[in-house]
Nanobody, 115 residues
Framework: QVQLVESGGGLVQPGGSLRLSCAAS????????MNWYRQAPGKQRELVAG???????NYAGSVQGRFTISRSNAESTVYLQMNSLKPEDTAVYYC?????????WGQGTQVTVGS
């Protein structure tokens, strides 16, 4: 049974930074693609960033150059470093683990950008 636990959300002022973490239980982390999605009120869930098991990354255009996804296979953890945050980044952020046989979601962590 794979479980994901996100942490690191909170309230931050525009221009500030946050780092989200997602810790995975189980033994398949190293072979899984890991993704961060977000969902703002009244909007569809969207892919923010992804990282393959080999370390290749991709980003949504809206966060390119501001957000960085990384992973530690030793710690079974994926990170999302968010810099230069904007009010439009406000959303619930979800961690997602994907393999051929698994598609697992975390419970989400709230990120609010405002003064």
């Amino acid at each position: 049974q794979v479980q994901l636990v996100e942490s690191g959300g909170g309230l931050v002022q525009p221009g500030g930074s946050l780092r989200l973490s997602c810790a995975a239980s189980g033994s398949i982390f190293s072979i899984a693609a890991m993704n961060w999605y977000r969902q703002a009120p009244g909007k569809q869930r969207e892919l923010v960033a992804g990282i393959t098991s080999g370390g290749a990354t991709n980003y949504a255009g809206s966060v390119q150059g501001r957000f960085t996804i990384s992973r530690s296979n030793a710690e079974s953890t994926v990170y999302l470093q968010m810099n230069s945050l904007k009010p439009e980044d406000t959303a619930v952020y979800y961690c997602n683990l994907k393999t051929v046989l698994r598609d697992v979601w975390g419970q989400g962590t709230q990120v609010t950008v405002g003064s």
